[in-house]
């Protein structure tokens, strides 16, 4: 199946749409959340559970993937999908974004970047066309070209060249691009200035290409800036492509991006909290460490219908946490994305009924504390 | 449902039987394998994963549920088949055997055995008496006697004064039992000499009890002499009583007390070993850390229907383990039961068709390496 990106309604009292997106893979209504599958796996979960909970695409990482097992071991393999016994679609982050973070020493030139292996210390060089490659052999859905990243605050003059070769690598990207089937999207970059943003979104939809993210956000900038990113950026990408914030994020950052006609999310935050004992609720964030749930019968969120939350009381979920019994990893997890997965759904039924505004309102005031 | 045993076939080539156990929670059908559930948890897997795999019996420990979350709490919670979600029956060491192996400090009086805990060195005293509470308060279907345990080699006056000690102390067992419902099975001691497991199991028959375990097993006596004291047991325990051999083992040693007449093993084997990687295959063991299985497509175990097999190659399972993806444990865990499960069944089948013998033959010989 031809990918497509169809938007099916508008919020009345927002920015916000409903979609479709179709991959060869998956018919992904959106707004929608995908979890984080790193290494071929989402965290502690089988691909079951979470196809269960109500999931279609996930996302999955080039940089990891490549260095482990290895991108053409994977194609061996029948691809992703096959490997990791995954029927869904997955998006595959271009390698970027993690060089940025967890490579050791690095070198950004206009053939691309150079880096160490975070595991080996090894050396590597990615360019747009080595991570296209990278992807295609994975076998991705949605193939992210290669954007040069850069951390915050950076000064304007690095944040404007990092947004301009971004472009350029874009347009190697496109060109290296051998498959049909996947779709493949764009970053805009330019950190925190808003005339960047500008520039780096209209060189990149002169490209036409299938989708566009908004990255570079998530790397510690303060919350209002990247609010007001998205709310600069967004406009400047045409209504029939979807809209893709990277990294995003807590559910009130998921509300902000959606009010303003953001479409897709993906965040290691329910899953990575799980593991950490955090669990979102209806009520605010509840941490299962706490001495309070010692002899608490409750389940964690009695409005939760998840597997956790049908089956066990919160004293128990605390007794495997303290006891580093790890099925309180794989229970967490499930429940924080049927948090997620639940929140998209309730958000996608707001639009529909064109009442997202009072549904975000609600959401946030049912909550004792914020998760910020 | 009250507690029953009943023996519905002898094998003709040798002293195996096929049974039935009944307790309140579950019919399980002997020769039977019980999951190890020390904490409350069958590592990494969910009940409903235990039970599918046809498990009906698991064992659980008093010390460790005294200790944290506490036997009160469990009781407040509705027992541990409710706290944990398990629908099958529980069968409970009695803690005779974690204070030998695991506690700090130990003093064995006549009144009870005075130890420190391995978590925080805090003092306890666990009398026979305190040991049936624990286990009652827990709700096990079959409480197990506290006994006196030595390790490998002991001196014979002090094993004789052990076992006499271990019959003292399931008479007052017996005697501070309270609930009607659970069973209660006393353990043969004597370490490696025969004279004195006669006489142990002579001082526990008088008593009547529903079931007895032959203890003071696999604390690192020479295989030889672990055959050659089940070999000395089993004749002198009746017919009616369920036959347990505690801690045991090894497909091969399970084979090996099949024949002789047990009916009842547990082991952490299956789920440890799974944990460090190693899987249970009908060909010997397979190390799923070895650089050969990179990029093998094949399934850990062709012969194999779980959920491993059937969706995964040793190359993703690797890859999962080298990453050190927890998922990993759990496909792991999956497998290894279901070998031991299958296993026991493919037992329980041949003595219904008196082949039992025949059968041990072939499953040792199929296997490339052994497990020993």
């Known amino acids: ?50 196809w269960g909970l109500g999931f279609r695409m996930i996302l999955a990482n080039a940089y990891h993937l490549y260095l482990r097992p290895g991108h053409e071991l994977v194609e061996r393999h029948g691809g992703l999908h096959r490997y990791m016994n995954w029927p869904g679609a997955i998006l595959t982050d271009s390698g970027g974004f993690q060089v940025f973070s967890l490579a050791g020493l690095r070198k950004v030139t ?21 991570s296209v490659e990278v992807q295609e052999a994975i076998g991705s ?19 404007l060249e990092a947004a301009q070769r971004t472009t350029r690598w874009a347009q190697r990207c496109l060109a290296a691009k051998k498959k049909v089937d996947p779709a493949i999207f764009g970053i805009v970059q330019g950190s925190v200035f808003c005339d960047l943003r500008k520039q780096s979104a209209e060189g990149l939809i002169c490209l036409e290409l299938d989708g566009y993210a908004i990255g570079g956000l ?26 893709y914030v990277m990294g995003v994020g807590k559910p009130r950052d998921i509300l902000d991006g959606v009010l303003r006609g953001v479409d897709l999310f993906d965040c290691v935050l329910p899953t990575r909290n799980a593991r950490n004992g955090m669990l979102f609720t209806s009520l605010g964030p509840l941490n299962i460490k706490n001495a309070r749930y010692r002899d608490d019968p409750r389940p964690v969120d009695p409005c939760c219908t998840c597997p956790l939350c049908r089956n066990y009381s919160r004293s128990y979920l605390r007794h495997l946490f303290l006891e580093k019994e790890i099925y309180c990893h794989r229970l967490s997890t499930i429940h924080n994305l049927c948090f997620y997965y639940r929140m998209m759904e309730d958000i996608r039924k707001a639009i529909e009924e064109s009442r997202l505004n009072n549904f975000c309102a609600q959401f946030l005031a049912g909550m004792e504390e914020t998760y910020d």
């Open 141 to 159: 859905d949605i193939i992210m070209c290669l954007d040069d990243v850069k951390g915050y605050p950076v000064e304007r003059d690095l944040a």
């Open 110 to 130: 206009e053939e691309g970047v150079e880096f160490q292996s975070h595991i080996d210390g090894s050396s590597h060089l990615f360019t747009p066309e080595k």
């Open 218 to 243: 998530s790397v510690g900038e303060p919350r209002e800036f990247m609010v007001e990113m998205i709310e600069a950026t967004v406009p400047l990408i045409p209504e029939r492509y979807p809209r």
């Open 1 to 50: 199946m031809v990918f497509n990106f169809q938007v099916v309604r508008k919020d009345a009292s927002s920015d916000a749409r409903l979609g479709i997106l179709t991959t060869s893979h998956a018919q992904i209504p959106t707004p929608a959340f995908m979890p984080v599958g790193t290494r071929g796996v989402v965290k502690t979960v089988s691909p079951e559970e979470v």
